[in-house]
């Protein structure tokens, strides 16, 4: 008896938590009314993507501050290596080389993009490519109708594990000293563990999301790919508990939210395939994101979302900029794409307030009211700059482009409308006349002819 | 030729109408007006009463939002260009009427649409007078003023009416012109089918009756001058429209769809017609004239060749023609209203009512109330709202298409782009909705589509690529285009469908929506 009361209970629990998940409204903060933003923005998406700098994906783009016109990246001969356009190419992807940033930077020269190539025995020319509109439609778009960061550097000078790191805990992954091959070996606090507190709900959307690949799917020391790209999964909680776990989803999820009014606050959108890690996936990655931000625009939560597109790394491609030092007194890496969209963004503007992926953090920090994460997203800048919460909130735009069809050509419509009333007077003018002398022909005697016949109508 | 003789216009025991003054003048002004104002009710109130309760079809779509492009309203104008398919005689009316009275409301176009029917109904009955004396024409005009065809169709924003109203203006000149062999009726009959054409170019089918009579009844005699007379004003109006394209930068835009035109398939069975008009026209009235031409044959005239030539061609030629529209024989009813009315007002005639007029006149009216009864009753049901997910074009507006437009227009941001299961419901999205919106249906290839639709040629690469955000779904079309309907599920279930909005209509389809529609996003 006392064990099926105990099963009732156990049930009673799991549905009103799973309830309460299905809200948004996290089990320990539930009965705590979740705090109000401080802006219109009611949603904050926060995408982030692969390996790009700048000027590999805007160093042409106008206004911007892109690839100088001098630009040639010294060899070790004396000898140079010029920026040019990948478009109709079918460019591979850079090798990773580790530690290549450092050689690339050296020491600000910014001079050793070719040079730490050659030496490695790689494509000297390669990280000298960039593409354009023509290749980045959806990026270029959005670059025009809103916000582009020309000031947004990598979190680090690591690679992305490191970057993603910051992108969700505003700091290095913090590893915990353990023998257990299986045992997470990060453990540190991040914006979610935040947002849970304060009861801002949240979801952590994953392209292809596979539940199974976690931490305790490593092999050896290397992490699975999936815990690079989403680094909660690298943390005990986040796995083990179902009230956190259920909170890391599929992306096909992100579209059913919108269509049924369940966008939580805060969505961190992590691709693989249309990642953009590689030039093959760009066309992917395009497509990811203007479909991201048309399902955006064609949902309720247009006029109350904001949404934030930016890379993870620089990934061995050239950029110009030499990289400031951030606001806890480390070196950024290079700069990296970033675009914000959203009602209340400003239009075609180039921003070049100094930010890395702390700013998202910071962002959603003083929106809702959550203490920093560390002195990296305490010490943002922030890109309060790229809002007009004064203007109305923009209209939404689909960025697709329309199908190929046939455009319907305007006309001039005043000679139609003028011939058209013209002939349609002149013809009753006639018809008048003629009812008129008819009736006049009668004698006046109106048109009510009887039924009885005259001879002279049958037929010979 | 010989000259009909004037003497047929003098008919012997004609009421004598000169006008005359005073208390008399009063009460034959009074006993003139009374049958039009009767009429004018009642044709009035079966037009107007609840006349925009349910949102345009996909014609009426059309035909507003061409009139609302003529009258300069640039929003349409990219969805319902100026030069689609038809002369825009009634579109620059409704573009008129709309530039006094406003734009917006789906009831001032259907209002002038009423309009005309009423007039057509008073047509109706001057015809009838004309040719069978005062009582066939108020029975006549009362008949057409209930029939749930001229009812149904005139209540829509068609160009139907309109023609039909000016080829019964045409017949009428022609039957002053056969009495009287003067020149100006012939010169007004030509007129009336300039007008006709200028409303709907298919008047010019009209045409081949009043020759059919003119070669049938050789007694009935042409001059010469008299077809030129008539020609000219008919030949100078129809210009109108290929040089009004040419004025305003568009000349081909009609070619190109007679061509279609000429080479579309079979979209209803030959027996269409056969299974539909007689009871839009009502079996009764239908009936009532059959056995008037047959029990009143000794009495024939050459009017009652008249009006069969002119109800007969139409009905042989739309019958063979491939395309067939519920509206497109409308201008046979006023002619079925008068013979009908003919047969009814006949009555008096009986040998058993000769010596007892009032029991003739009480049997008249009875008979013409069970006569209008029988309209008015189906009437009523055909211009109440559907409730029911079927719907045949021509009927009347789409139930549940207006609220899903302008939920489009609310929720949908402004370049996005749809696919509908075809370009009926595509029709009716873009004018409430004022987003493109393509049809599935809507063939590729030039030489079987309808010029005025846009296809995509390729809705899985388009979708693929994001170039589509919206999949629609509706009942209506799914019934007409089942394979079209699959296909389009099929997409949804592709591309991630979700649907966004679901529109009922009634208590009927609570669990079967109407209309659908489905955020589609591919997998990047």
Redesign the interface.
């Known amino acids: 008896m006392k064990a099926r009361l105990r099963a009732i209970v156990l049930v009673a629990a799991s549905a009103s938590a799973a309830f309460g998940v299905a809200l948004g409204a996290p089990g320990a903060a539930a009965s705590e009314p979740a705090p109000q933003p401080a802006t219109p923005v009611e949603h904050f998406i926060y995408v982030m993507q692969g390996s790009a700098t700048f000027d590999h994906y805007y160093g042409t783009y106008d206004g911007a501050d892109g690839i100088p016109d001098d630009t040639c990246q010294p060899l070790a001969a004396a000898d140079c290596v010029q920026p040019f356009a990948l478009h109709g190419t079918d460019p591979p992807p850079l090798s990773d080389i580790g530690g290549i940033q450092e050689a690339q930077y050296n020491d600000g020269a910014m001079d050793g993009f070719a040079a730490a190539f050659e030496a490695a025995g790689r494509d000297r020319r390669a990280p000298m490519g960039y593409f354009d509109r023509r290749d980045l439609p959806v990026s270029w778009r959005l670059a025009d109708d809103y916000v582009l960061f020309d000031r947004f550097f990598a979190a680090s000078q690591h690679g992305a594990r490191t970057n993603r790191s910051f992108w969700v805990a505003a700091a290095p992954p913090r590893y915990v000293t353990t023998t257990d091959t299986t045992a997470a070996t990060i453990d540190q606090p991040t914006i979610f563990d935040r947002l849970e507190s304060a009861g801002v709900s949240w979801k952590f959307y994953v392209?292809d999301y596979d539940p199974a690949e976690t931490f305790q799917a490593r092999g050896g020391s290397r992490p699975v790919t999936q815990t690079i790209r989403v680094p909660l999964l690298e943390q005990e909680r986040f796995v083990t508990d179902p009230a956190l776990a259920s909170h890391i989803v599929d992306l096909?999820e992100y579209?059913?939210d919108?269509?049924?009014g369940t966008l939580p606050a805060v969505s961190f959108v992590a691709?693989s395939?249309?990642g953009e890690r590689s030039p093959a996936s760009i066309p992917?990655?395009q497509?990811?994101l203007?479909?991201m931000v048309?399902?955006l625009?064609?949902?309720?939560y247009?006029t109350s979302s904001a949404m934030l597109i930016t890379y993870d790394s620089p990934g061995g491609w050239y950029d110009h900029v030499p990289p400031p030092t951030s606001a806890d007194g480390e070196l950024l890496g290079f700069r990296v794409p970033a675009l914000l969209v959203g009602a209340h963004v400003r239009s075609g503007v180039v921003d070049s307030t100094p930010l890395d992926s702390s700013a998202g953090l910071a962002f959603v920090e003083g929106n809702w009211g959550l203490e920093p994460l560390s002195a990296r997203d305490a010490g943002s800048p922030g890109f309060g700059s790229a809002f007009d919460f004064s203007a109305p909130a923009r209209?939404?735009?689909?960025?697709?482009?329309?199908?190929?069809?046939?455009p319907?050509?305007?006309?001039?419509?005043a000679?139609?409308?003028w011939?058209?009333?013209a002939?349609?007077i002149?013809?009753?003018a006639?018809?008048g006349?003629?009812?008129a002398?008819?009736r006049g022909?009668?004698?006046?005697?109106?048109?009510?002819?009887?039924?009885?016949?005259?001879p002279?109508?049958?037929?010979? | 030729m010989s000259a009909t003789?004037d003497?047929?216009?003098?008919?012997?025991?004609?009421?004598?109408?000169?006008?005359r003054f005073g208390r008399q003048g009063t009460r034959r002004l009074i006993g003139a007006a009374w049958p039009v104002a009767a009429l004018v009710a009642v044709a009035g109130t079966m037009r107007f009463v609840g006349l925009d309760a349910v949102g345009f079809n996909s014609d009426e779509a059309v035909y507003a939002g061409t009139a609302a492009?003529?009258?300069?309203d640039t929003s349409l104008?990219?969805?319902f260009?100026?030069?689609r398919a038809h002369?825009?005689?009634f579109q620059?009316?409704v573009?008129?009427v709309e530039q006094m009275l406003g734009t917006g409301t789906d009831w001032v176009p259907r209002a002038v649409a009423a309009v005309v029917g009423i007039a057509a109904v008073l047509v109706t009955f001057?015809l009838g007078?004309?040719?069978?004396?005062?009582s066939?024409g108020l029975i006549a005009g009362l008949i057409l003023a209930v029939m749930p065809y001229h009812v149904v169709v005139s209540r829509q924003v068609l160009l139907d009416g309109m023609m039909t109203l000016f080829v019964t203006?045409a017949l009428y000149?022609i039957v002053?012109y056969v009495?009287?062999a003067?020149a100006?009726?012939m010169?007004?009959a030509?007129?009336?089918m300039?007008?006709a054409f200028?409303s709907k170019e298919t008047a010019v089918v009209l045409l081949g009756g009043l020759f059919a009579f003119f070669a049938l009844t050789p007694?009935v005699t042409l001059r010469l001058r008299h077809i030129v007379a008539g020609f000219v004003?008919f030949a100078a109006?129809v210009a109108?429209h290929p040089?009004?394209q040419a004025?305003?930068?568009?000349a081909t835009a009609g070619s190109s769809y007679l061509i279609y035109q000429l080479s579309r398939p079979e979209n209803h069975p030959m027996t269409f017609y056969a299974s539909v008009v007689p009871w839009a026209v009502g079996i009764f009235v239908l009936t009532a004239a059959v056995v008037g031409l047959v029990w009143l044959r000794r009495?024939g005239?050459?009017?009652e060749r008249l009006l069969m030539c002119w109800a007969a061609f139409p009905i042989v030629f739309f019958t063979i023609w491939p395309v067939r529209g519920y509206q497109y024989l409308l201008p046979i009813a006023p002619v079925v209203a008068v013979l009908a009315g003919?047969a009814v007002?006949?009555l008096v005639t009986v040998r058993a009512f000769r010596r007892r007029r009032r029991t003739a006149q009480a049997a008249v009216i009875a008979v013409t109330a069970i006569l209008v009864a029988s309209l008015a009753v189906p009437t009523a049901q055909q211009i109440s709202p559907s409730t029911t997910g079927s719907f045949l074009a021509g009927t009347g507006g789409v139930p549940g298409g207006r609220e899903a437009g302008h939920w489009v227009a609310e929720?949908?941001?402004?370049?996005?782009?749809m696919l509908s299961i075809g370009p009926s419901m595509a029709n009716i999205l873009q004018y409430y909705g004022q987003r493109?919106v393509?049809g599935l249906s809507v063939s590729p290839n030039p030489e079987v589509r309808n010029p005025a639709y846009?296809?995509?040629?390729n809705p899985d690469r388009?979708l693929?690529?994001?170039?589509?955000?919206?999949l629609v779904w509706d009942s209506y079309s799914a019934g007409r285009s089942p394979t079209f309907s699959a296909k389009l599920r099929g997409l949804v279930d592709r591309y991630?469908g979700?649907?966004?909005y679901s529109g009922t209509v009634g208590a009927g389809t609570k669990d079967r929506p109407v209309i659908i529609i489905y955020?589609v996003?591919?997998d990047?």
């Open positions: 392209q096909a579209r059913s919108l269509a049924a691709a395939r249309s992917a990655g497509r990811l203007g479909g048309d399902a625009a064609a949902s309720r247009w209209e939404a735009t689909i960025i697709a482009a329309a199908p190929v069809s046939t319907s050509f305007a006309v001039r419509t000679p139609v409308m011939l058209y009333g002939a349609a002149a013809g009753l006639v018809i006349i003629a009812y002398s008819g022909h009668r004698g006046g005697r109106g048109s009510a002819a009887p039924a009885e016949l005259n002279l109508e049958q037929p010979p | 003789t003497a047929l216009e003098t008919v012997p025991g004609a009421p004598d109408s000169t006008p492009s003529l009258g300069g104008e990219p969805y260009p100026v030069f002369p825009v005689l620059t009316l573009a008129g001057s007078r004309r040719l069978y004396g005062p066939a203006v000149c002053s009495e009287s003067r100006t009726w010169c007004a030509g007129s009336a300039g007008l200028l007694w004003p109006l109108i040089l009004s004025l305003a930068g568009k009495e005239t050459w009017r003919r007002s006949g929720n949908v941001p402004a370049n996005a782009r493109k393509y846009a296809p995509v040629s388009a693929r690529r994001g170039e589509l955000q919206y991630n979700v649907p966004v955020a996003w591919p990047p």
